[in-house]
């Protein structure tokens, strides 16, 4: 191996969250050198990376959203096991109350981000939940070639679950098209996301020389909205649906749940390599042997909690930060798309993020402008995307649990 090839080794090697750290420290460290140098300049080069990082996830968040809402509709196989109904029901609730616990949060404490915004540009506020919804079904109807090329995510969403829905009942060799075609767009993701280090490390030096500490306040703000939005879903909202099941006290098994799952989790950053650690679990618990070898895997790609708070807040602090009044017709349609968006969110590091542009859609808010609340996800997604993977996986369990309890005489293992 060349000298060349040993260093992008050696670079990818590293951990993620260690590099993210770096470029996050290096460029406020170049912010405010040239905030106080006048080094214009070196802004300008720097930059450049920021704005390379920002057009990759543009160009590839489209492709992205089709392939992997199409192939997650068509590929996925549902089984006759006695409380997979109640399970999948259950994931879909809790990601559905999971985005409105975002879009509530977001009202009670509005944030926003310093984003580049043109001064010329023209901010189309929705005057009515009657004109949103006119705007939503032309932008559905629109050619799937043209709303893919524009970033038309209404449009996207719509083809897409088309696509699905129609070759639900396709021939095996075409499901597999559709899992490599979501193979290779994920794989792309990972190589751009491997670049993150220097696209963030030009986008916070860019940030801290227009903003000064402001950016990196706005940062600190925003992380610590979404992490108690999502503290609130684990040790509130999901007890609460386990005890409109059970009718037991159902913080033992949430406790539980948090402890052996989400810990490894939130240092894993996916739920699909912390599925062993929840079968394990599930096998502790005593739960449905046929049940859970299905709803674990299935909950690590549907059940997305965290990705639909992650989804409602960034996308209403931008609306926030571009002055777009909300009212509630169209805070309840962005509970839906958050909820949809996360279901079918990536299970890359980062993967929810890619389904902001989506939700963003919905306030005709730009592709520009919400690429760069995607890239200022990646910023913060040390700490969220943990804590995010923390409650996703550990939800999968608990909801596995319930439907097990109340499918199984054996409810007594609640309290094991």
Not at 29 to 43: E, H, L, P, R, T
Not at 104 to 126: C, K, W
Not at 322 to 331: C, H, R, S, V, Y
Request: hydrophobic fraction near 55%.
């Amino acid at each position: 191996m060349s000298s060349f090839g040993k260093l992008i080794q050696s670079y990818k090697d590293k951990n993620l969250i260690l590099r993210i750290l770096v470029g996050v420290a290096v460029g406020a460290v170049i912010g405010f050198w040239a905030q106080k140098q006048s080094g214009s300049n070196i802004i300008g080069f720097i930059g450049m990376f920021g704005d390379l990082f920002v057009g990759a996830l543009k160009a590839v968040a489209p492709v992205l959203v089709f392939i992997l809402i199409a192939a997650s509709i068509l590929t996925k196989t549902f089984s006759n096991a006695k409380g997979l109904k109640r399970v999948v029901f259950l994931y879909i609730l809790g990601t559905f109350l999971a985005s409105c616990v975002g879009v509530i949060t977001s009202f009670l404490f509005p944030t926003t981000l310093v984003l580049n915004v043109p001064v010329d540009m023209q901010r189309a506020v929705p005057a009515s939940i009657v004109v949103v919804l006119k705007d939503l079904l032309f932008k559905i109807v629109d050619n799937p070639v043209h709303a893919i090329s524009t970033g038309n995510y209404m449009g996207i969403l719509a083809w897409a679950i088309g696509f699905g829905i129609a070759l639900r009942y396709c021939t095996n060799e075409t499901k597999k098209v559709f899992s490599d075609l979501s193979d290779a767009i994920t794989s792309i993701v990972k190589f751009i996301i491997q670049l993150a280090p220097f696209g963030i490390m030009g986008l916070v030096a860019t940030s801290v020389y227009s903003a000064g500490g402001e950016a990196l306040f706005s940062y600190l703000r925003i992380i610590i909205v979404l992490v108690c939005s999502m503290a609130f879903v684990a040790v509130v909202l999901n007890p609460l649906i386990v005890w409109v099941y059970l009718r037991k006290n159902p913080y033992p098994l949430v406790f539980t749940c948090l402890k052996e799952s989400g810990v490894t989790a939130f240092f894993t950053r996916s739920s699909a390599a912390n599925i062993p650690v929840n079968l394990n679990l599930c096998r502790k618990l005593g739960l449905d042997e046929e049940l859970y070898p299905i709803s674990i895997p299935l909950g690590a790609t549907i059940n997305m909690a965290g990705a639909a708070v992650v989804i409602a807040i960034l996308t209403l602090s931008a609306v926030n930060t571009l002055g777009i009044q909300t009212d509630f017709g169209t805070a309840l349609l962005l509970c839906l798309l958050a909820a949809v968006g996360a279901c079918g969110a990536s299970g890359v590091a980062g993967g929810s993020l890619m389904l902001i542009p989506l939700a963003a859609s919905l306030f005709n808010i730009s592709n520009d402008i919400a690429m760069q609340v995607v890239a200022i996800g990646f910023i913060i997604g040390v700490i969220q995307d943990s804590v995010e993977t923390a409650i996703n996986s550990s939800t999968d369990v608990l909801f596995t649990a319930v439907a097990s309890y109340t499918t199984s005489p054996h409810e007594d293992a609640l309290t094991k």
